[in-house]
Nanobody
Framework: QVQLVESGGGLVQAGGSLRLDCAASGLPFSNYRMGWFRQAPGKEREFVARISWSGDTTYYAHSVKGRFTISRDNAKNTVSLQMNSLKFEDTAVYYC?????????????????WGQGTQVTVSS
């Protein structure tokens, strides 16, 4: 059974930092592209960042580029999202996801597995 378990969310003031972690189990982790998505109240789930199987290629949403950094540790089956210079509009539930498709995508519906999410709240 595949499990993706996020941790590290919380409340932070604007301009602050948070680090999210995702622990994966039940899948050949190094065969999966990993990503982070987020969903704010009343909005659709949106792509935040993704990282390739090997970790040598990353891609970010325009809204977070330069502030967020995605990384992975294939030895520990974990993927992380370092979030700096947080803004009020970054407030959302953040989800870890795994994708084994050949062609990378930012479309949530095409990702294979999802975590339960962790709340990030940025106070203005």
């Amino acid at each position: 059974q595949v499990q993706l378990v996020e941790s590290g969310g919380g409340l932070v003031q604007a301009g602050g930092s948070l680090r999210l972690d995702c622990a994966a189990s039940g899948l050949p982790f190094s065969n999966y592209r990993m990503g982070w998505f987020r969903q704010a109240p009343g909005k659709e789930r949106e792509f935040v960042a993704r990282i390739s199987w090997s970790g040598d290629t990353t891609y970010y949403a325009h809204s977070v580029k330069g502030r967020f950094t995605i990384s992975r540790d294939n030895a520990k089956n974990t993927v992380s999202l370092q979030m700096n210079s947080l803004k009020f509009e970054d407030t959302a539930v953040y989800y870890c996801a795994a994708d084994a498709s050949v062609v990378a995508t930012v479309v949530p519906g095409r990702w294979d597995y999802w975590g339960q999410g962790t709340q990030v709240t940025v106070s203005s």
